[in-house]
Every structure is written in structure tokens, then in C-alpha cells.
């Protein structure tokens, strides 16, 4: 697994970065292929002593993007509980490739008759498609946009960058920015 540690409104250790490498490795034996981790260790001065420490952890893997974000009040608890959070995800997302392959005709129609009958729930699916006319413009009033949409996110053609990203409402009550670049 190749990492890359950062931290933002802190200095990462050699002793931290160590803790960190160690614990991620826990997780290289759910993954086969190459994998690029980013992990980010911030702390905050937050009001609530729990949520001080935070780690966010994206792996990069063959084109699927993992990523988990914990808080607590110290690092080492908020790594081991991102470390979990992204075990459990990496092990959903391994049962999920084996399930689509080992499905066949049969089975297929057996669980269409089940769902049918309303035995078994059925997966999320793709149900709708939208297209939508967009003019260039700020991203400024991309957030106004969104905002009077009601909607969390927002997709536009930014005019300052002549590309597509999107605008999003964080958890924090902020925005947040994507900028998609191709891999």
C-alpha cells in the first residue's frame, strides 16, 4: 500500500506516522491489487472534546474510490475506528464483486421471483437519469443555485475553469468543491 500521510492544523510525528502505517496495514490483506491511500490527521478546537482529532482515509483502488472519516477526542481512537470503518466497507465491497459474479441465469430468476413475492429486498438501483441546460458561472452562484434548489450538491460548469465540478454542503455547515481530473 503506498501512503501518504498529511496533517492539517498539526505537526504528524515520525512516531504518529509509524502508529498510522501500522494500523493501515491491517488492511492490506483484504486488498490484492495495488493500492494508493491518502489518509489526512487534522485537529480542530472544537466546543465538543470528542471531535477534536480527525482522520479522513481515501484508497484509490483500480478506479474505486474507499474513504472513511472518523472523529475523537484522541488520534490513536479515531485511527482505530476509521481503520474498522474501512475494513468493513473494503469487506462489503469485496462480497458485493462476488455476489455479481457468481449469479447466474437461475438464480437470477429465482431472486427476481422472491423480490416479486416481497421475500427479499432489493438492492438500490440506478432509477432515474436527469439532464439538465447549465450556463457557465461562479462558483458563488453555483451555492446560490444549490441553495435555492434545497439540494445538498449542485453540478455546473464552472466559467473561471471552463470544466464541470460540483459544489456540496459539508457536515461542518460549510461548502466543499470537486474538481474532477481525470486518472
Request: aromatic share 6%.
Amino acid at each position: 500500500m503506498e501512503l501518504v500521510i498529511t496533517g492539517k492544523n498539526m505537526h504528524v510525528s515520525d512516531r504518529t506516522e509509524k502508529f498510522v502505517r501500522q494500523k493501515l496495514s491491517r488492511l492490506d490483506r483484504h486488498l490484492h491489487e495495488p493500492v494508493e491511500a491518502r489518509v489526512e490527521l487534522s485537529q480542530e478546537n472544537t466546543k465538543n472534546a470528542n471531535q477534536r482529532h480527525i482522520v479522513q482515509v481515501t484508497l484509490y483502488k483500480n478506479g474505486t474510490i474507499i474513504r472513511a472519516e472518523e472523529r475523537a477526542a484522541d488520534l490513536k481512537i479515531a485511527v482505530d475506528a476509521v481503520v474498522d470503518k474501512l475494513g468493513k466497507q473494503i469487506r462489503r465491497f469485496k462480497d458485493k464483486q462476488v455476489r455479481k459474479r457468481r449469479v447466474n441465469a437461475a438464480a437470477a430468476e429465482a431472486i427476481l421471483e422472491a423480490v416479486a413475492e416481497g421475500e427479499i429486498e432489493e438492492e438500490p438501483r440506478l432509477v432515474r437519469t436527469k439532464r439538465f441546460k447549465t450556463t457557465p458561472m461562479s462558483t458563488d452562484e453555483a451555492i446560490d443555485q444549490m441553495e435555492l434548489l434545497g439540494h445538498s450538491f449542485f453540478l455546473f460548469y464552472n466559467a473561471a475553469t471552463d470544466e464541470l465540478n460540483v459544489v456540496y454542503r459539508r457536515d461542518d455547515g460549510n461548502y466543499g468543491l470537486l474538481e474532477p481530473q481525470l486518472a
